[in-house]
């Protein structure tokens, strides 16, 4: 009887510990993917040329909304990108 319970407790900890995980990472996809379709907004719109390599997705899917304008700020400044 103890085992059952204690194996009940732990799937239900688990179970508990997945919904809050997968809720987090809903709101980092929605902004990983704003801050991609920003960035090619904002390189259609003012014709920034900033080039889609490995670096810069990486920077905008991990970083988002923000992300995706310090990108765009450092190609205008000339620093980077």
Known sequence: MVIETTILLLAIVAVIAVYIVLKAAKYLIVNSILGLILLALGNIIFKLGIAYNAT?????????????????????????F
């Open 56 to 80: 810069v997705v990486l920077i905008c899917a991990l970083g988002g909304i923000p992300g995706a304008i310090i990108i765009m700020l450092l190609h205008v400044l000339g620093v980077a």
